[in-house]
């Protein structure tokens, strides 16, 4: 069954510090997975993909099929960051569609 | 550009009451979801279209959730009659195919 698991629901650091939002997943087939975040009063909107394997806002994400794990990373948090971010896998893709799979969010506090 | 935009941002209804929430894609995607975060749970796929056409409703609840697309362009999710389990709130994403998805603002639904 495919499923997504982010283990912390509330994650709080202070300004410069390193963060770390985890999230774990299952999936028999070649997994792609995202980081979607959600700023307060915003929509929710894509952060990062891991085919791309690029770095936004200073987070990165590595996909670590051993592991199945995609945490997502920044070495020093900044304010602006406080959001809800979550951490998803597409499934079935039937046309090119992307189906998601979310885990629960992980809400981040950055303090001052 | 316009985003995905969705109407009504609240909702608040009785027990036993139909909603009708509406979803207008960005222009040209052909792919339109739906999805629903219930209180405290993760943000779950409902169905999606290629056009007008469901591809995947797997999603679905049970069979007071009927949704629509006709002419390809704006969907409708109706619930009747809604009870209390439905409040949540309700996404709609759009995409082109094999492209990015873009999500809406979402429908709070409050049923009392």
């Known amino acids: 069954a495919q499923r997504v698991t982010q283990p912390e629901k509330l994650l709080s650091v202070f300004k410069g510090a390193p963060v770390e939002l985890k999230c774990n997943y299952s999936y028999s087939g070649s997994p792609e997975l995202f980081w979607y975040v959600q700023y307060s009063r915003q929509r929710l909107q894509l952060l990062l993909r891991?085919?791309s394997r690029e770095s936004i806002k200073g987070f990165t994400a590595d996909l670590n099929k051993g592991e199945t794990s995609f945490h997502l990373k920044k070495p020093f948090a900044q304010e602006e960051d406080s959001a809800m971010y979550y951490c998803?896998?597409?499934?079935?893709?039937?046309?090119?569609?992307?189906?998601?799979?979310f885990g629960q969010g992980t809400r981040l506090t950055i303090n001052p | 550009e316009a985003g995905v935009t969705q109407f009504p941002s609240h909702s608040v209804i009785e027990k036993g009451q139909t909603v009708t929430l509406r979803c207008d894609p960005i222009?040209?995607?052909?792919?339109l979801y739906w999805y629903r975060r219930v209180m405290g749970k993760e943000i779950k796929f409902l169905l999606h279209?290629?056009?007008?056409?469901?591809?995947?409703e797997s999603g679905m609840p049970n069979n007071r959730f009927l949704a629509e697309r006709t002419g390809g362009t704006y969907s409708t999710l109706k619930v009747q009659p809604a009870e209390l389990e439905d409040s949540g709130v309700y996404f709609c994403a759009s995409s082109q195919v094999g492209l990015r998805t873009f999500f809406g603002q979402g429908t709070r639904l409050t049923v009392v």
């Open positions: 891991h085919i």
């Open positions: 279209f290629v056009k007008e056409s469901k591809q995947d």
């Open positions: 222009s040209g995607h052909d792919n």
């Open positions: 998803a896998l597409e499934v079935g893709g039937i046309q090119g569609a992307q189906k998601l799979v």
